[in-house]
């Protein structure tokens, strides 16, 4: 499976374009010898993760927001995983039946020796959450390669904006962004193409898919 970050502490593989929306589902495999993995988003196609994973032990799962296509493996990853499973404190429509423990913002968790810290990103959805580890974050549906993610008025549309502005690219610049479709981009790439969309004028009506250079 294609290594889409890796550092001395810590490798990230992501399982991309899974399921009818094309997902991603990534896996943070600690160096650290014997330490369980962390899976962030389980969407439809998570076969290709089981199947991968093995016998490997599996700490916890962490899914980045409520939407179904994030979510749409879960029942399968189930019956082959019983770790527990994570979203954002802040986070709504979330299936009591799953148990979901919540994860607040600034909260750190342990991947082998590599400390994942929470940003919690309200627009998208209200408990929307991106997590750093390293020198990559892992940004759901929040941030993408030319804007943000879809949002459903002009009210969330700002608040997406503020969340990526001022929680986002104020990450180090050459930080890798992982989202939960697509492929990848760095903060500083996605600064310079905000840069050009703020320096127009915009609809205050616009909402919905916006990329940043249109």
């Not at 495999?29 to 962030?40: E, F, H, K, L, Y």
């Not at 019956?79 to 299936?95: C, D, K, R, S, Y």
Request: glycine residues 12%; hydrophobic residues 35%.
């Amino acid at each position: 499976m294609p290594q889409v970050y890796t550092d001395d502490q810590i490798t990230i593989e992501g399982f991309l374009g899974l399921g009818r929306m094309g997902n991603n589902c990534y896996v943070l495999r600690p160096a650290a010898s014997g330490a369980g993995v962390t899976i962030v988003d389980v969407p439809e196609g998570v076969e290709a993760v089981i199947a991968d994973l093995g016998d490997t032990p599996v700490e916890r799962v962490v899914v980045t927001h409520s939407h179904r296509d994030h979510w749409h493996g879960f029942d399968l990853l189930r019956g082959f995983v019983q770790a527990p499973v994570f979203a954002g404190a802040e986070e709504t429509n979330l299936e009591e039946s799953r148990n979901v423990q919540p994860l607040a913002d600034g909260e750190t968790f342990m991947v082998g020796d590599v400390s994942v810290q929470v940003i919690h990103t309200p627009g998208h959805t209200p408990g929307s959450i991106c997590l750093l580890v390293n020198g990559a974050v892992l940004t759901g549906d929040t941030l993408f390669p030319g804007g943000p993610g879809y949002s459903r008025s002009p009210e969330l549309l700002a608040e997406e904006i503020e969340s990526i502005v001022t929680r986002l690219h104020t990450l180090k610049p050459e930080t890798v962004v992982l989202p939960g479709h697509g492929p990848g981009t760095t903060i500083e790439a996605s600064k310079a193409e905000y840069a050009v969309f703020a320096s127009r004028p915009h609809d205050p009506e616009r909402h919905g898919d916006v990329l940043w250079l249109s």
